[in-house]
């Protein structure tokens, strides 16, 4: 393994070749992510790139008192997404 030491990419050849299917899975996951612009972009965005406003901070206390007092009366996220013909498992990765 002394080889491997001073070359990155052969130890990474050498461990993949010790790992499971679903493992390597994984790994393959995790790499296209390391190589795509946009997935490194997100991961290395700011949680909150902009500051939460009096205006927004109110209107959401709002929404939430509104749904406080009309219990039922909401949309669910699942009737949000159905009105554009999605289910929840679309918006899985």
């Known amino acids: ?51 939460i406003g009096e205006e927004e901070t109110r209107a959401v206390a709002a929404s939430k008192a509104w749904l406080a007092e009309h219990p039922g009366e909401g949309i669910s996220h699942e009737e949000l997404l159905a009105e554009f013909g999605l289910a929840p498992e679309d918006l899985q990765p």
């Open 1 to 51: 393994m002394a080889t491997a030491a001073t070359n990155p990419k052969q130890q990474a050849h050498e461990l993949i070749e010790r790992i499971s299917a679903a493992q390597a899975s994984a790994v393959v996951t995790l790499i296209t992510s390391m190589l795509d612009p946009v997935d490194r972009a997100i991961a290395n965005a700011p949680f909150e790139d902009e500051e």
